[in-house]
């Protein structure tokens, strides 16, 4: 099963050093003096802790990435907070005091823990009250990249979040030479209950890149009047905007990789010949980033910390609080730049990877900010252009014509992957997919899906795993970049839980765009009841869009095992994309007693788009 | 009377806006928000005495708020009308709200009071529409459609055609209103948004009177109808 065999190995401990980031002395003297003679722009390393025992404070400071003093919420006096470095196997104490003037508290996404441990207010714990300090303690049972960010308001957005490494108890089937945390986030001087305001206001606030007269003229030229009549009608119909990829942009937004703006410039050092691991974290708090390294082959070895069949890629897609560790091996002395630009293509994180701190990567342009197709909005348009031609679509499969219910008109038909479907009369479980396959349960829309709240239903969901998503669609075709999809991550362990499912929960991820109100089945949290797992039950949790925004749904507690089609190694993630007018499956083993949080994690979307798991 | 019956059902509605769940596991969901649009506030190029405004106001929660409105028109140092709107709204569809309430007359006196009964959203393809239905006293009743466009000409140019209908069930001699069609006002206006919440525009107004308005417009030796060039400014917070 080990495809990559020269960064694999599961015998012998590898050679390694793990540096954070050049020192800023050094950088100082190591750089042109025209740089060099702006303290504040150099780059910033993280600080990093390890041990079994952590003293962690919350505290608000003063901080400048924009050129404006602006009051942040921080871990340890720094953005992002220190990484914590931890040993699989061993029980940590994390004791954090809350200095701010209002509750906290500290989230290990991700970790599998005790209930009580997990951080989440109002769930897990009652918070932290100013002044107090928290004990945590729990033993870590599980190695990999995660992370930690505040559960109490919109404090992530702040500053509040941070990484954590934990080396495996044995042998590290990754091996590298070099390794760095490069942590991604989103900074705004203005304060987020502000951003979530104006986004209630008005939800384009933010988008700059909406359809003009020119845009209209230039379909007119191409395709005529009346096709782009016909082709702009659903939009209009439907009252939605095609260039609607992210709710908050540049406009406001500084991206930062591990603290660092773009001016500064986060630095890390490489040896020729090095292979190098870059733990990627994304921890903005409204930001999917698409990260390439010009110049380099990523090959990707874990996804949400958990180690995958090493798959090489020229370019990923991160959703928020996704996490993916990448090896590369630059085999020139030179700087490449590490790349992460927004999805809605409005700015980017960057950083340099170089042999030598006084030579600087060219940062490549932003590519062209894509639009949403119909087949976003849950429709297979025939006749239409898809505006995807790269699209891998499987044999469509022509069951159910169910008519749109936004237009009534045209036929919609669900384009499903079945090539790697088992044949279906040895379906032994009733209406349940075989585990690993995910559903082919009829999509359900309850009555609470009904009304003022929720502005589309997606009767006909694609699968989203064979979709490298909106804006990555033609990476392959108009430059040649192979890009990540669900479809391609593979688990490098084989399957804990064999079991099939025994039943499937169809959860629809809802909203009103406009509006700006979001929701799980129609009903936001503050009206929703629990979900129920029963403890011990092998379930599947099949999520359906019925928005055009992309959701990255986290479930607490317990692995969220993405369905991509090999039953044997199912991959095991904790954040999980689900694109616009798709559905994506996934299993869960409720090993985890007690009260959980399941959430999107798009801080703006997760007040609404939330429940309350119990496991019992 | 019909208009203190809707008051009290205004309050009762108000006072279920006050209650609000908070969300404990992370921010507030729902909290509770104003908004101030001043849609136009504008100078007639040709009467630099001639000032027209219009401007909305709510304070609610996502699905339930309270509307107050405002429009009218001074000229020479007087103001000629004014009218303000206090209405209730709730969402009755992913675009639409539904308002009620009451509107008062200022001028021209002695004032006028309505019941309203209104809708106000977005209508496929994008046209944002506001229209009320208005009954007073003596079973006097009024109709407005006001349907307004959007044109995206750059990032931060926008071309807006704007049009207002109003008709009326009955003559009235002291609002020189009569039945029917009364009057139509057409607009375009050119804005330049200079951050979202402000935006100087330059427009141009058309209107009109029809039937018996018209006629009362002849007996005061008014205009039928009108054009003017103006200069103003959109704002919100």
């Known amino acids: 099963m080990i495809a990559n065999n020269h960064i694999i190995s599961r015998d012998g401990l590898s050679r390694r050093r793990f540096v954070m980031g050049a020192s800023s002395v050094l950088l100082l003297s190591a750089l042109p003096f025209s740089k060099a003679s702006l303290a504040q722009a150099v780059s910033q390393g993280l600080t990093v802790l390890s041990g079994k025992v952590f003293n962690l404070s919350i505290d608000y400071k003063t901080v400048n990435f924009t050129g404006t003093d602006t009051l942040a919420t921080v871990i340890n006096q720094s953005i992002p ?48 009250k100013p002044g107090d300090t928290f ?47 490069v942590m991604l986030s989103d900074w705004s001087d203005e304060k987020p209950e502000d951003i979530y305001a104006k986004l209630k206001k008005m939800s384009g606030y933010y988008n700059f890149k909406e359809r003009t007269a020119s845009n209209v003229i230039d379909d007119i030229k191409k395709n005529g009047v009346i096709n782009t009549f016909k082709a702009r009608s659903m939009w209009n119909k439907s009252r939605m905007s095609d260039r609607d990829l992210s709710d908050v942009t540049a406009y406001t937004y500084t991206y930062l990789m591990n603290g660092n703006t773009p001016e500064q410039g986060w630095q890390a050092l490489f040896n020729k010949g090095e292979k190098i691991r870059l733990r990627f974290i994304n921890s903005a708090a409204m930001t999917i980033f698409d990260v390439r390294i010009p110049g380099l082959k990523m090959t990707i070895v874990a996804s949400d910390g958990q180690n995958i069949q090493p798959i090489t890629v020229d370019e990923f897609r991160m959703g928020v609080a996704e996490t993916y560790d990448v090896i590369v091996e630059p085999d020139t002395e030179q700087a490449y730049c590490i790349f992460a630009q927004s999805i809605d293509r409005s700015g980017f994180a960057v950083g340099n990877l170089t042999s030598d701190l006084s030579l600087t990567a060219k940062i490549p342009m932003l590519d062209d900010a894509a639009a949403l197709a119909h087949s976003d909005m849950g429709m297979n348009m025939k006749g239409m252009d898809m505006s995807m031609p790269d699209m891998k679509m499987p044999n469509k499969v022509g069951m159910d014509h169910s008519s749109h219910n936004m237009m009534p008109e045209m036929k919609s038909e669900p384009a499903m992957n ?17 585990a690993g396959f995910g559903s082919n ?40 970049r192979k890009v990540l999809t669900y479809a391609d991550i593979t688990g490098l ?44 039950e092998r379930v599947r949790i099949t999520l359906v869009n019925d928005t055009m925004m992309i959701h990255p749904m986290h479930l607490h507690g317990m692995w969220s095992e993405l369905e991509t089609g090999n039953p044997d190694f199912i991959p095991k993630k904790h954040t999980v994309l689900v694109q616009p007018g798709s559905k994506v499956s996934y299993l869960v083993t409720a090993d985890a007693l007690g009260a959980w949080a399941y959430h999107c994690h798009l801080l703006f979307h997760m007040p609404g788009m939330f429940r309350k798991v119990i496991v019992s | 009377m019909k208009i203190k019956l809707l008051i009290g059902s205004f309050v009762m509605s108000f006072s279920s806006l006050v209650f609000n769940a908070s969300v404990y596991a992370g921010a507030q969901d729902d909290p509770l928000l104003t908004k101030v649009m001043i849609d136009q506030v504008e100078i007639d190029t040709g009467n630099e005495n001639a000032v027209a405004w219009s401007a909305q106001a709510w304070v609610g929660y996502d699905l339930n708020k309270i509307w107050l409105k405002t429009q009218g028109e001074r000229a020479e140092g007087e103001t000629e009308t004014a009218e303000v709107h206090a209405l209730y709204s709730r969402a009755i569809a992913p675009f639409w709200d539904l308002q009620f309430g009451i509107r008062q007359d200022l001028k021209p006196s002695p004032s006028n009071e309505w019941a309203v009964i209104g809708l106000q959203g977005l209508a496929p393809y994008f046209f944002e529409i506001d229209t009320a239905l208005f009954v007073g006293e003596n079973a006097k009743t009024a109709l407005r459609i006001e349907a307004e466009y959007e044109l995206m000409l750059t990032q931060k140019w926008v071309l807006s055609p704007e049009i207002e209908a109003n008709f009326y069930g009955q003559n009235d001699d002291v609002t020189g209103t009569g039945s029917g069609l009364s009057d139509i006002e057409a607009g375009l206006s050119l804005r330049y948004e200079i951050v979202r919440e402000f935006a100087p525009y330059i427009g141009i107004n058309w209107s009109k009177k029809f039937g018996n308005t018209a006629d009362y417009a002849a007996e005061q030796g008014q205009e039928k109808s009108q054009t003017q060039l103006v200069l103003g400014f959109r704002a919100w917070f």
């Open chain 1, 135 to 181: 004990e945590y303690q729990f033993m870590i049972e599980q190695s990999g990249t995660y992370w930690y960010h505040s559960h109490s308001d919109f404090q992530e957005q702040t500053g509040m979040y941070g990484a954590i490494v934990i080396d495996p108890k044995e042998a590290d089937p990754v091996t590298f030479d070099q390794e760095y945390v």
């Open chain 1, 81 to 128: 907070g220190p990484v914590l470095r931890w040993q699989e196997g061993e029980k940590v104490t994390i004791r954090v005091k809350n200095n701010l003037a209002v509750d906290s508290s500290i989230h290990w996404h991700g970790m599998i823990l005790e209930s009580k441990m997990d951080g989440v207010p109002g769930i897990s714990f009652e918070g932290i």
């Open chain 1, 418 to 434: 079945m090539s790697k479907m088992p044949d279906m009369n040895n379906m032994g479980v009733g209406m349940l997919g075989l």
């Open chain 1, 441 to 480: 349960n009829e999509i359900k829309h309850l009555s609470s899906e009904f009304g003022a709240h929720v502005d589309m239903r997606v009767d006909a969901p694609r699968s989203g795993l064979n979709d490298p998503g909106i804006g990555l669609r033609k990476s392959q075709q108009l430059f040649g």
């Open chain 1, 493 to 536: 362990k084989p399957t804990m839980d064999k079991r099939e499912p025994t039943r499937e929960i169809q959860l629809h991820l809802t909203g009103n765009m406009s509006r700006y109100m979001w929701s799980v089945n129609g009903v936001k949290f503050a009206d929703a009841e629990p979900l129920h797992l029963n403890y011990g």
